[in-house]
């Protein structure tokens, strides 16, 4: 059984985890690492691959939770981190590289007139609303159901459609409205109510595209914040860098009020940083002659870290060139067409892959209306965000990892400019193994 040949192939892993039940609750150090039976230990990882524990490799989608665009301690990023380390990884002082990073980060990201780094993504999106509701003076937010904007207490209403808001205050979920991502619903609230300081979303849609929005809706998004007077943020975390330069607002030529950035922006760092209107980020300003009135304060001992700063600037000046981008969309369009004809030969109905560039996603759920190829639109949030069904999708995660390959949580990943022809061949392959494994299981 599937079951078995995973804990005998992983034994190591397997090991590792049962002491991890007794040092992290569940076992894991993200929630998105959790899985069953156990999930795998990694001991390095270089391009597209990473090396199991057990002596396994894997083709890797998680690409560092979507941060590594350039794979896995690409040489360029490498040196300038081991460059940065020996000169000193904390100087509690401004520093050169901070310069060059923002200056990176105005150039690509439109509207950034002027940046303040943080250490996560989470911390860009909790500043972002603070800078808006301070500018407004309105204490409302408007985000949209499924949207995932770290985990913080002002965002985490709304991004688990099942979240029972345990350890959240009732005041605070009171000023999150949580919207279906539709345009008439927004209108509808912006002519009803004048508490509304902004709107955040994920530009392409919840769990970056997996529940997929066209451009246009973050275009007409901006029109009706902006005829209204509330302020458009852009979760840029994942899309930022990855989707084109200078993120999904490049492509659609749309700019936000303000841009929350991370993962691509650190090159494989802990980083973050919340770009936008230099009057808006002037609420942040220190110093002697600040107007100490709407003043917000802001610290972070890890931001603009040196060594976060020399990977991002190295991580960056390949970005600018758009060659990154460009190879892991294509390198990404290829998995999805490769995926999807192995899905067909199989004639299995309920399961599709799609994507955005270097973004996919697998659906699986036998029982759904779906053909390979296809979207799967119409279909619940949950269930788009889940990736289809959960027993089928356990198997295929252990049938993958078994085959060489790592989904992201099993159904989804991010490619990077290391991927080649030959990994999108060998993944093709891979899923076409686990789908012999789930039908000799009797999964499928
Ligand atoms: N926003 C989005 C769209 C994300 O996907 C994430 C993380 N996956 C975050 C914010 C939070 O970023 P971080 O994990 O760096 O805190």
């Known amino acids: 059984m599937l079951d078995d040949r995973f804990r005998a192939h992983f034994a190591r892993s397997a090991e590792l985890f049962a002491e991890a039940a007794g040092r992290f609750p569940g076992g894991v150090t993200h929630d998105g690492r959790a899985a069953a039976p156990f999930p795998l230990y990694i001991e390095r990882a270089e391009g597209p691959y990473k090396y199991a524990v057990d002596e396994t490799r894997l083709i890797d989608y998680w690409c560092g939770h979507g941060a590594l665009l350039l794979g896995h301690a690409h040489p360029a990023v490498s040196a300038a981190i081991a460059a940065q380390a020996a000169r000193g990884t904390h100087y509690g002082a401004g520093h050169e590289l901070e310069l060059r990073w923002a200056e990176l980060v105005q150039r690509l990201v439109p509207g950034a007139e002027r940046v303040r780094f943080t250490s996560s993504g989470t911390e860009a999106t909790m500043l972002a609303l603070r800078l808006a509701r301070a500018a407004t003076g309105r ?178 000046q390949l970005v600018a060139t758009g060659e990154p981008t460009a190879v892991a969309a294509a390198r990404g369009r290829e998995l999805v067409a490769a995926l999807n004809e192995v899905l067909r030969a199989r004639r299995l109905r309920g399961w599709t892959a799609y994507g955005d560039g270097s973004i996919f996603h697998l659906f699986a759920d036998p029982s759904a209306p779906v053909e390979p190829g296809e979207a799967p639109a119409g279909l619940p949030l949950a269930a788009l965000k889940r990736g289809g069904d959960p027993r089928t999708l356990a198997a295929l995660r252990m049938a993958l990892q078994l085959a060489g390959v790592d989904l992201m949580r099993g159904r989804s990943g991010f490619v990077s400019a290391a991927h080649t022809s030959a990994e999108v061949a060998a993944t093709a392959a891979g899923l076409d193994a686990a789908l012999g494994m789930l039908q000799s299981d009797g999964v499928i």
Do not use: M
Request: glycine share 12%; aromatic share 4%; hydrophobic share 50%.
């Open 139 to 316: 204490p409302t937010v408007i985000r949209f159901a499924g949207h995932f904007h770290g985990w913080h207490d002002g965002l985490a209403p709304g991004a688990d459609p099942e979240d029972p808001h345990a350890g959240l205050l009732d005041a605070l979920v009171a000023h999150v409205l949580v919207l279906p991502p539709d345009l008439d619903a927004v209108a509808a609230v912006l002519s009803s109510r004048d508490d509304v300081a902004a709107a955040i979303l994920e530009p392409t849609g919840a769990a970056y595209g997996a529940v997929p929005l066209p451009d246009a809706f973050l275009r007409d998004l901006r029109g009706l914040t902006a005829d209204h007077g509330v302020l458009l943020i852009c979760d840029e975390v994942v899309t930022g860098f990855r989707l084109a330069p200078g993120g999904a607002q490049d492509r659609a030529g749309v700019t936000a009020d303000l841009t929350c950035l991370a993962k691509i922006l650190a090159g494989g760092l802990p980083g973050g940083a919340v770009a936008g209107r230099a009057d808006l980020l002037g609420l942040l300003a220190a110093g002697p002659d600040a107007d100490r009135a709407g003043r917000i304060r802001h610290q972070g001992t890890y931001n603009a870290n040196p060594l976060s700063a020399a990977a991002g600037v190295a991580a960056l």
